[in-house]
Nanobody, 123 residues
Framework: QVQLVESGGGLVQSGGSLRLSCAAS????????MGWFRQAPGKEREFVAG????????RYADSVKGRFTISRDNAKNTVHLQMTSLKPEDTDVYYC????????????????WGQGTQVTVSS
């Protein structure tokens, strides 16, 4: 089993920055791709960013390219999402995700989820 715990969400003004963190436990997380998704009430969960198991490859949703950066620290079993130039439309619950398969790429597929952390961007 995999346990994922997110932190770092909060309220920020438009144009501001936030850094989300995800602590993974329960298996050797460095062997698995990790990612971030987000979901608004009544909408489907959408992919935001992913990073391969070694951290060499990343993938981003078009809506966040150039503003968000995903990174990982395999020594600490953590994944981060640095969010800059935030917009009100970035307001969502953000979920950390872990891939199901070993040595996967930044696109997953993802099968494990954290509880989520709220990000609110005010205009």
């Amino acid at each position: 089993q995999v346990q994922l715990v997110e932190s770092g969400g909060g309220l920020v003004q438009s144009g501001g920055s936030l850094r989300l963190s995800c602590a993974a436990s329960g298996r050797t997380s460095r062997d698995y791709a990790m990612g971030w998704f987000r979901q608004a009430p009544g909408k489907e969960r959408e992919f935001v960013a992913g990073i391969s198991w070694r951290g060499r490859n990343t993938r981003y949703a078009d809506s966040v390219k150039g503003r968000f950066t995903i990174s990982r620290d395999n020594a600490k079993n953590t994944v981060h999402l640095q969010m800059t130039s935030l917009k009100p439309e970035d307001t969502d619950v953000y979920y950390c995700a872990a891939a199901q398969g070993l040595y996967s790429g930044p696109g997953g597929p993802f099968g494990y989820w954290g509880q989520g952390t709220q990000v609110t961007v005010s205009s």
